[in-house]
């Protein structure tokens, strides 16, 4: 299902959503198959290619019931406490307006101007400079920043930068990753449970525990033996390999659409631009997984040659936003004090004044000079409309 916009960009991720879950049970069972497989094997490595199959194919009719409720259940863990892991893994907190009232009342401005419902807020004391956005239901929605962000943001680059983590909420994007995850961690579990439990049992393959088979049926049946072997290794791969592929398919074109719902929102594409350049290469978040730095607003992390990158780089989500919003690149920014990761010494909590901003030339969505070009896609007016 293409998407387009703001708003074919949510029908979208709910539609994968399902195909997700959907996705999910499928590859649960075929991970189900390849274990009974080995198990087969284990228990009698001396019958043909075709016995094999079939008695996993039982193995797997019977197993059915558990492992639907096992996917079901891993489901229901991750819906009511992955907030909890993630907060465990990156030390965040809640936070109110009494402990924190300039990021609080950026955030409470941007959700009261379009009616959104306010999402948690919560801190990572961290030196990177990174956010992330994390819930599956509005009760659970929150938006997580790091206190090394809040030092080398001014007000205007952390009200982009909320604003971007916001329109993943809105978009259904941080509901699409979480799920994703879901697969990858039920998918990588099983694997490394079968593959653990395989070379650990020290099978062999052979007809040597049949003393009554001739040698060339022995080689045969052990030559099927073999080849079931093969079979279930390459199930397995290709189950966690899916599992990585879709957690990696997902992350690059929302983050476009964060960066663009963030200039509709704020008008003022500068401020996205500014912000990305100063997270630039600083987003590091030390001890989180691989699948927390996904959810970020910048994964610095990158496979071999980029094919594992989870985000685009931060020049083309800059050049997307000086086309097609009118911004201004700056080009890389050091940050004040000449520390890459903490930034300046203080937090810049005063907004430059009105007089420093460049006047906007039009009243398009992005507020900002000169008149933006076009987009191919179209229009990208989201949900929340004009101020």
């Known amino acids: 299902m293409a998407a387009y916009g703001l708003y074919t960009h949510i029908a979208s991720n709910k539609f994968r959503s399902m195909l997700l879950l959907g996705g999910l049970f499928l590859l649960v069972y075929v991970m189900v198959f390849a274990g009974a497989l080995l198990a087969e094997v284990a228990l009698n490595s001396n019958r043909p290619f075709d016995a094999y199959i079939t008695l996993a194919g039982r193995d797997l009719v019977k197993a059915f019931p558990l492992?639907?409720?096992?996917?079901?259940?891993?489901?229901?863990?991750?819906?009511?406490?992955?907030?909890?892991?993630?907060?465990?893994?990156t030390g965040g907190h809640d936070v109110k307006r009494k402990e924190q009232p300039r990021l609080y009342n950026l955030l409470e401005n941007l959700c009261v101007s379009r009616g959104i419902p306010m999402p948690k807020l919560k801190i990572v004391d961290s030196p990177a400079l990174n956010a992330f956005a994390t819930g599956l239901n509005r009760s659970q929605y929150a938006i997580s920043?790091?206190?090394?962000?809040?030092?080398?943001?001014?007000?205007?680059?952390?009200?982009?930068?909320?604003?971007?983590?916001?329109?993943?909420?809105?978009?259904?994007?941080?509901?699409?990753?979480?799920?994703a995850v879901v697969i990858a961690g039920?998918?990588?579990?099983?694997?490394?449970?079968?593959?653990?439990?395989?070379?650990?049992?020290?099978?062999?393959f052979g007809g040597g525990s049949s003393r009554s088979s001739s040698s060339s049926d022995g080689d045969k049946k052990g030559g099927g033996a073999f080849a079931i072997v093969l079979l279930a290794i390459a199930l397995i791969g290709l189950a966690w390999g899916l599992s990585l592929v879709v957690r990696f398919a997902l992350s690059r074109s929302r983050e476009l659409l964060a960066d663009a719902g963030s200039v509709e929102l704020t008008?003022?594409?500068?401020?996205?631009?500014?912000?990305?350049?100063?997270?630039?290469?600083r987003g590091e978040l030390p001890g989180a997984t691989s699948a927390v730095m996904e959810m970020c607003i910048d994964n610095p992390r990158e496979g071999f040659a980029d094919l594992f990158a989870t985000?685009?780089?931060?020049?083309?989500?800059?050049?997307?936003l000086v086309r097609y919003a009118g911004g201004h690149d700056p080009g890389p920014l050091p940050l004040p004090g000449g520390d890459a990761q903490t930034g300046h010494d203080g937090p810049q909590s005063v907004d430059p004044s009105p007089d420093a901003r460049p006047e906007p030339s039009h009243t398009g969505p992005w507020g900002s000079s000169p008149q933006p070009t076009p987009s191919p896609a179209g229009s990208i007016l989201g949900p929340w409309g004009r101020r």
């Open 67 to 89: 492992a639907t409720i096992g996917a079901a259940a891993w489901i229901v863990i991750a819906y009511f406490f992955h907030q909890k892991i993630i907060d465990a893994v």
């Open 145 to 179: 920043v790091t206190t090394g962000l809040m030092k080398a943001l001014n007000d205007r680059e952390m009200e982009a930068v909320l604003g971007h983590e916001l329109t993943h909420i809105r978009n259904g994007d941080v509901q699409l990753l979480v799920i």
């Open 186 to 204: 039920v998918i990588g579990f099983f694997a490394e449970l079968f593959f653990r439990i395989f070379f650990n049992s020290g099978m062999r």
């Open 267 to 281: 008008k003022d594409p500068d401020a996205m631009i500014s912000a990305l350049r100063k997270i630039e290469g």
């Open 311 to 320: 985000h685009p780089s931060v020049d083309s989500r800059v050049k997307a």
